[in-house]
């Protein structure tokens, strides 16, 4: 077996262009390498433990308590507890399983899109993928502006605050941003650390402003009474109560978007020393601990939350620009235990919300070069962070301006967001159980999945605005990538070009015998009289020396949406011919990287010789595009242009 590797990736000129180079740094890294919490640890790394990991998760799954019991009771008053308490189940009974079976089926932190594109072929997946992308791109982006509102929210009201900070939520929050950005720019190295301190630090702070919250309302059992008889005299009846409570507990989505965090970053996880790649198992275990524990601490910290911000703090303050807006926590950490604690609660607050914008914009770094490279729907620049880092906060500064730093605004985009990859997962839960033969898993998620696309429609109908900031990212990825797609595809498009033992016999026999000659040919019946119809035709109108061996080369498409392939070249000896067969995502591209290996492996030139094809040259290129083959000749042409600048050197086309 021989082998080459076809690097298609532009060197950065480094000795003109200084900035270029430190622009596209890491350009040649594997795309999952990259750094950040979601970023895949070098080999010789083996992970941390569990728990620690389930803080990295918790800077964006805990933090939601920032701002959660606030949207919670704007969106249900009185019955924030009874909704909270829907969640709650929604997130024990219905989320932890199907993540659970996430991670077992996908452990090295691809998560339920990875799942989900091995169930559709060819461009039906790929645009699956893309929509399911925009939906990842809506809830990373909103965790980031959403995240850094609510910091700015807390700043502002701290009473300790100076004079020129009041009203400046806008400029906070994108100084934050660009503070986030910096800070990826420079170079995010190992978070987990700093993650353990601060949710550790954030956590404890709750427990006391929860703790002391409780002992309030245990102090005055009147405040417990009050709150029933309101939400009695607002509602006919505890079992109106129940149901009100399952119609608005849609718009409490937010407190389950750390689970798709929490498989994302299982590469980070430590695992058994028996782990294999293919059966991490002791990885999969921690990860099912990480979230089953994040899980359940979150499920208690939302619901003693709902219980005391409804209790203890008037509902007018939860509105727009009341004191409880956006950090009912904190308000009440300030009125129970005094400016000094609440100062510090506001700082571990904005801290971990801030961070929780780190989290995100890794997890962004780590899924579009995941995919969109490798479907030729991006760039290969986009496989370098800092240009993503530099794309993805204009992104999140334009997302700030158009909410106005607003943290309720966004609510709904953020919801949606999270709800689809659930839905998603869920789906891709039940498809894995039914095809491994789980009947009574498979029935179970598929309830599930019913129960989240009931979630998901109510909330879209309550709050559209969340759809139709989704549908501009997942329409400004769908026309990026198919002009990308378009731009890209006179590029090899094999990234590794291999030959067998009978192709390299023939190849090495034809060579010993003069230039190579390779006729271009759709196989078909195959049979002996195709060939010696082809020869003798392609002999007569391309003028091919008579006499001197030529090999034939047929290209078969497996699936022309796939981009850059690894393409494996195959000898055969039939009817007295020599032919050489391979399979493509297309048929010029691949002859064009078959060619130039064939002049590597030999020395030569070699010659390629084709037919035009009958037919309108525009349906042939639109065929070219779709179904990877149209008029050949003169895409290899050009693709063998791109590819090799030195005419010299440029395997010869000749058309007849």
Sequence with gaps: MTATQVDTAPEPDTAT????????????????RHPGPHGTP?????????????????????STLGYQPGIAALAAGLLSPMATLVLIGLTLLGALPVYRRVAKESPHGEGSIAMLERLLPWWAGKLFVLVLLGFAAT?????????????????????????????????????????????????????????VVLVSLYLVLNVIVL???????????????????????????PLAMIGVALLVFPRLALGMSGFETGVAVMPQVLGDDTDAHDKPAGRIRGTRKLLTTAALMMSGFLLVS???????????????????????????????????????YDISTIAILWFAGASALAGLLNLVPRYLPRYGMAPEWTRAVRPLVLLFMAIAFAVTVL????????????????????????????IAAHHRGHRPAAIGFGLITLVFGYTLVANVIERPDGLKIASMFIVGILLTSLASRIHRAFELRAADVTFDETATRLIDAAAAAGP????????????????????????????????????????????????????????????????????????????????????????????????????????????????????????TREVLRRAERAPARRPRVHVG
Aim: hydrophobic letters at 45%; glycine letters at 8%.
């Design 17 to 32: 262009r200084p900035w270029r180079a430190w622009l596209l740094e890491g350009l040649s890294e594997q795309s999952a």
């Design 42 to 62: 070098p080999d010789e790394h083996k992970g941390h433990r569990w728990w620690r990991v389930m803080c990295l998760t918790g800077v964006d799954y805990f």
């Design 139 to 195: 809830d990373f982006m909103i965790t980031i502006t959403l995240s850094a509102a609510d910091a700015s929210a807390h700043a502002v009201e701290n009473p300790f605050a100076p004079q020129w900070m009041h009203g400046g939520s806008m400029w906070i929050t994108l100084v934050l941003i660009a503070a986030l950005g910096a800070v990826f720019l420079k170079g995010f190295r190992e978070a987990i650390g700093v993650a």
């Design 211 to 237: 703790a002391t919250a409780a002992w309030q309302v245990i102090g005055e059992p009147v405040a417990v009474t009050d709150w029933w008889h309101a939400a009695k005299a607002e509602h006919s009846s």
């Design 306 to 344: 709902s219980l005391a911000t409804t209790i203890l703090i008037p509902a007018k303050e939860f509105e727009k620009g009341g004191a409880a807006n956006g950090r009912a926590l904190a308000y009440l950490a300030h009125q129970h235990l005094g400016e000094a604690f609440g100062t510090v």
């Design 403 to 430: 909410f106005n730093a607003d943290v309720d605004a966004q609510g709904g985009a953020y919801a949606t967001g999270v709800l689809v990859l659930m839905l998603s997962a869920s789906f891709a839960a039940t």
């Design 516 to 635: 190579l000659r390779v006729i271009a040919n759709e196989p078909d019946e195959c049979n002996a009289d195709e060939y010696r119809v082809k020869e003798y035709t392609q002999r007569e109108e391309t003028h091919i020396p008579s006499g001197g061996p030529v090999l034939f080369l047929e290209v078969t498409v497996r699936d022309s949406s796939d981009f850059a392939t690894d393409v494996t070249v195959t000898g055969d000896e039939r009817h007295g011919v020599h032919i050489l067969r391979v399979q493509g995502a297309g048929v010029p591209n691949t002859i064009a990287a078959v060619l130039l290996r064939l002049r590597d492996h030999t020395g030569q030139v070699p010659h390629a010789y084709f037919n035009w094809t009958e037919g309108h040259p525009l349906s042939h290129l639109l065929r070219f595009l779709v179904f990877g083959d149209g008029e050949v000749a003169p895409v």
